[in-house]
């Protein structure tokens, strides 16, 4: 990905050289300054897209990410190639990497690796650009969106639908939901569609509020009453506890984000 290609017209990816070979041993040599100083020469004389787009390469090399997109776009006014939009997305992943960190700017991050993968050419791997995006975002605690770009980048499409699909019916529910702990404590799996108990455990020394979750009359989990185990869409143990009902029941609905076990009120 962080190669940068010739794209021709079969397809085919080719390592982009230039047609200086005094240019290309400086690159090889990672003696960037002076390459750079040999492309300035150059574009005095020649104003060929390539020679913009290989001074992008240079300057993104030497973390001058400013100057290469400007590189960049004078080149693609000039030549409206994929090899110099892949040479223009990597220089926004590399710019966006280091503003995330250690510059730690989060919204100016998201903002790059956005307009990378706006810049991207279709026939490239977004995979590590959605990696990148899924750290901003969970740096900048929306975990949602994040949770969306991970499973994007391992390319688990399927899952991406079931966790749309989740993430839609908690936000548009009329139902009363609860989060349940503690299954892992208790053995308990929880399954969609399985029925359990709800059953207050007014003599619970650590939460007077407690609701205790039983299965085949053996407590499996507790409804969540604290601010770390609960979601804005589901109800704490506190709020429900008034109206619970003797024999209240509730089914589960599914596992959220792999954390949360969600059930619904019957």
Known sequence: MK?????????????KVSQT??????????????????INKLLKTDNDYSNWNLKGIVL??????????????????LHKGDDIKLNKA?????????????EGNYEQALELINNGLDTLPEI??????????????EAQENLIESQKCYLIAHKEFD???????????LNNTSDTLINIV??????????????????????????PDAIAVVFENKTVGYVANS?????????SASSIKNFLLDNQKAEIQFVYMGEYVIGKLL
């Not at 490239?124 to 990148?132: A, C, G, H, M, T």
């Not at 601010?227 to 109800?235: A, G, H, P, Q, S």
């Open 3 to 15: 190669d940068y290609l010739n794209i021709d017209d079969n397809g085919q990816t080719t390592f």
């Open 21 to 38: 070979p005094k240019i290309d041993f400086l690159i090889k040599e990672k003696r960037f300054d002076e390459a750079l100083t040999e």
């Open 60 to 77: 993104d090399k030497l973390s001058q990410f400013e100057e290469s997109i400007e590189c960049f776009d004078k080149a693609l006014q």
């Open 90 to 102: 990597n220089a926004l992943y590399d710019w966006a990497k280091v503003t995330f960190f250690p």
């Open 124 to 137: 490239e791997d977004p995979s590590e650009f959605y990696f990148l995006k899924a750290e901003i975002l």
């Open 159 to 169: 899952r991406l639908k079931e966790f749309e699909s989740q993430t839609d019916y």
């Open 182 to 207: 503690g299954s892992d404590f208790y053995s308990f799996t929880p399954e969609p569609g399985v029925i359990v108990d709800l059953v207050k455990d007014e003599e619970n020394e650590h939460d």
């Open 227 to 235: 601010d770390y185990t609960l979601i804005d869409e589901v109800k």
